[in-house]
Nanobody, 121 residues
Framework: VQLQASGGGVVQAGGSLRLSCAAS???????MGWFRQAPGKDREFVAS????????KYANSVKGRFTISKDSAKTAMSLQMNNLKPEDTAVYYC????????????????WGQGTQVTVSS
């Protein structure tokens, strides 16, 4: 599975962005997730959604502000980010995997190239 993330940009604190992740050919029955990596820091979990859509998880730092979703055709996934904060600044990556560890990078086999999100104060 090849993944392509898009939608990053520069936004002021309090603003919104919507990230998209396109899969080729499809996500199949993989679970999907978003991770982010700030300069000098490890890649961290942001959100995940199971292949069926029945299980969704968020990092505590984004809960209530970010929403993960996917389309029924299993070709696209999105991350709606509202009320952005400067600490959300990072490169955001989408990923697909078997979901055994949905909040860990170890649970994902396929990764997109990343899209930069910069939140100014």
């Amino acid at each position: 599975v090849q993944l392509q993330a898009s939608g990053g940009g520069v936004v002021q604190a309090g603003g919104s962005l919507r990230l998209s992740c396109a899969a080729s050919p499809t996500f199949r029955n993989y679970d999907m997730g978003w991770f982010r990596q700030a300069p000098g820091k490890d890649r961290e979990f942001v959100a995940s959604i199971s292949w069926s859509g029945s299980t969704i998880k968020y990092a505590n730092s984004v809960k209530g502000r970010f929403t993960i979703s996917k389309d029924s055709a299993k070709t696209a996934m999105s991350l709606q980010m509202n009320n952005l904060k400067p600490e959300d600044t990072a490169v955001y990556y989408c990923a697909a995997g078997d979901g055994l560890e949905s909040d860990s990078t170890a649970g994902y086999e396929f990764w997109g190239q990343g899209t930069q999100v910069t939140v100014s104060s």
